[in-house]
């Protein structure tokens, strides 16, 4: 583990300019703690004033940051919304490395929650389920402006819980989801449906195992893994599914909240074609 000493310094330096409500001190402060020390760990948990747990620098402020009033969550925006907008709208829709920096530097931004959603699929289109799983219970648990994204994430989360083998917890997040948003529509492999009702028919499909897989080989986009089943309608099947998140696989499902009265939609990106 390597030396946090200077990364407890600026973080005890930030903790206390967020005390004095210095929101804007306290921003720069903890930027630079991500920037500067993204490797380095603080203590998470004491026992009778001896550390005895560790978490990482980006983990702790993301949690710290998340927590913040609304009055210093817009100072912070304020301040980084544009760069990380910035930096989102650099990154190719397939460039994973570059979409897990905005969402590690920049994750209270709306820009930081959508590079956490395409990541989501990105991962759920690999097959890396526990990543996409782990992201979605992330940004379910902390992000202070998902609002309007809630049920969608809800609806990713359980499917990549599913089929990364986890049922019970699948089952979990559906149970959420019918309880908090029982009548929230979504466009699902290009129907609009029910959220509820669609995951509930997903979650009844046995989870592929990773076994049935070629070392050589991974899941299309309606496809199956000799890459020999192709969508219906060619190239022009291939087009609509990144225009209008139409995927006929629940496992790769991209779900876009429909619009309503009081719920704005989701601008998360279709999943990425392969040939």
Same mark, same amino acid.
């Given at each position: 583990?390597?030396?946090?000493?200077?990364?407890?310094?600026?973080?005890?330096?930030?903790? /206390?300019?967020?005390?004095?409500?210095? +929101?804007?001190?306290?921003?720069?402060?903890?930027?630079?703690?991500?920037?500067?020390?993204?490797?380095?760990?603080?203590?998470? /948990?004491?026992?009778?004033?001896?550390?005895?747990?560790?978490?990482? #620098?980006?983990?702790?402020?993301?949690?710290?940051? @998340?927590? +913040?009033?609304?009055?210093?969550?817009?100072?912070?925006?304020?301040?980084?919304?544009?760069?990380?907008?910035?930096?989102?709208?650099?990154?190719?829709?397939?460039? =994973?490395?570059?979409?897990?920096?905005?969402?590690?530097?920049?994750?209270?931004?709306? *820009?930081?929650?959508?590079?956490? #959603?395409?990541?989501?699929?990105?991962?759920?289109?690999?097959?890396?389920?526990?990543?996409?799983?782990?992201?979605?219970?992330?940004?379910?648990?902390?992000?202070?402006?998902?609002? *309007?994204?809630?049920? %969608?994430?809800?609806?990713?989360?359980?499917?990549?819980?599913?089929?990364?083998?986890?049922?019970?917890?699948? @089952?979990?997040?559906?149970?959420?989801? /019918?309880?908090?948003?029982?009548?929230?529509?979504?466009?699902?492999?290009?129907?609009?449906?029910? $959220?509820?009702?669609?995951?509930?028919?997903? $979650? %009844?499909?046995?989870?592929?195992?990773?076994?049935?897989? *070629? =070392?050589?080989?991974?899941?299309?986009?309606?496809?199956?893994? =000799?890459?020999?089943?192709?969508?219906?309608?060619?190239?022009?099947?291939?087009?609509?599914?990144?225009?209008?998140?139409?995927?006929?696989?629940?496992?790769?499902? @991209? #779900?876009?909240?429909?619009?309503? *009265?009081?719920? =704005?939609?989701?601008?998360? /990106?279709?999943?990425?074609?392969?040939?």
């Amino acid at each position: 583990m390597r030396d946090p000493a200077g990364a407890i310094d600026k973080w005890a330096l930030a903790k /206390r300019m967020e005390g004095l409500k210095e +929101w804007n001190k306290s921003a720069d402060l903890f930027q630079e703690v991500l920037t500067k020390y993204a490797d380095r760990v603080v203590p998470s /948990r004491l026992d009778h004033d001896r550390i005895c747990q560790y978490t990482t #620098i980006t983990t702790a402020v993301q949690e710290r940051l @998340a927590h +913040w009033p609304p009055e210093g969550l817009d100072v912070y925006r304020a301040r980084y919304e544009i760069p990380a907008t910035n930096l989102l709208n650099q990154a190719r829709p397939d460039d =994973s490395s570059a979409l897990n920096q905005v969402y590690s530097l920049y994750f209270v931004t709306d *820009a930081g929650k959508q590079a956490g #959603i395409r990541l989501m699929d990105l991962y759920t289109e690999a097959g890396e389920f526990p990543a996409a799983a782990w992201i979605g219970d992330h940004l379910l648990a902390l992000h202070p402006n998902l609002s *309007a994204e809630r049920s %969608a994430v809800l609806y990713r989360t359980a499917l990549a819980f599913h089929f990364g083998g986890n049922r019970v917890t699948a @089952a979990e997040r559906l149970a959420t989801l /019918r309880q908090k948003f029982p009548t929230d529509h979504g466009i699902v492999r290009g129907k609009d449906v029910v $959220l509820g009702e669609s995951l509930a028919q997903d $979650l %009844a499909i046995p989870p592929t195992s990773a076994n049935t897989f *070629a =070392s050589d080989s991974w899941p299309m986009v309606g496809g199956d893994v =000799s890459r020999g089943k192709n969508l219906p309608g060619g190239g022009k099947a291939r087009r609509t599914l990144v225009r209008h998140f139409d995927v006929p696989d629940p496992r790769l499902a @991209a #779900i876009q909240p429909a619009s309503s *009265a009081n719920r =704005s939609s989701n601008p998360t /990106r279709g999943a990425k074609n392969r040939d």
